[in-house]
């Protein structure tokens, strides 16, 4: 998937710096992806093959959330309670209503969300100075390019391509706005 607009360089130098306020923001990110994907094997149990790679998804996220953890544990960090993302919250404000299209709108904006996870991964361990976080970071990258992946390959399996690229086009674009209305700042999104 190619994204409208790329992250802004200074996104990795603030996530470097900051990296105390990162990690408790990627470790929440994680947990959240994770119930995301749980949340679809709750709303769509009918989709057999979606339940299935929502169930190994919501585990990937999990080991992921597990791992942010206990980098911030060796830093003496802890969880901190839940913000609000502005970025997922723009793209939820785009969710249609009626069963299908939300549906396919849910997919594509976890397909998106992941995408930019994905690029933003990569810039961090592309950032950060040789050793295990700089490693994680780039692994990070490789895994979130299968999760954005996984979220295509089932909106397109469930809905003609006559559907899903349209609105894939349109909710690239409003990705893109959010991105560029949100401050530079220690946070995945």
């Not at 585990?59 to 309670?81: D, I, K, N, Q, S």
């Not at 397109?156 to 893109?176: D, G, I």
Request: charged share 30%; aromatic share 8%; net charge negative.
């Amino acid at each position: 998937m190619r994204l409208r607009i790329p992250t802004p360089h200074a996104w990795a130098e603030t996530a470097t710096a900051n990296l105390d306020a990162f990690l408790p923001d990627h470790a929440a990110n994680e947990r959240k992806a994770s119930a995301s994907a749980l949340a679809l094997v709750s709303h769509y149990p009918d989709r057999p093959e979606l339940v299935a790679r929502c169930i190994a998804l919501a585990r990937e996220e999990l080991e992921h959330f597990e791992r942010v953890v206990a980098l911030m544990t060796a830093r003496g960090l802890r969880l901190a309670p839940d913000a609000k993302s502005a970025y997922l919250r723009g793209l939820a404000a785009e969710f249609r209503d009626g069963s299908e299209p939300y549906f396919l709108d849910r997919l594509l904006a976890a397909a998106i969300a992941e995408a930019r996870g994905c690029e933003r991964f990569g810039l961090l361990g592309a950032a950060l100075p040789a050793g295990d976080l700089r490693d994680f970071y780039r692994e990070l990258a490789r895994t979130e390019v299968r999760h954005h992946e996984m979220y295509l390959e089932l909106a397109r399996k469930y809905f003609p391509a006559e559907q899903v690229e349209p609105r894939l086009e349109e909710l690239l674009e409003v990705e893109a706005a959010i991105v560029r209305s949100l401050p530079v700042r220690a946070a995945l999104y």
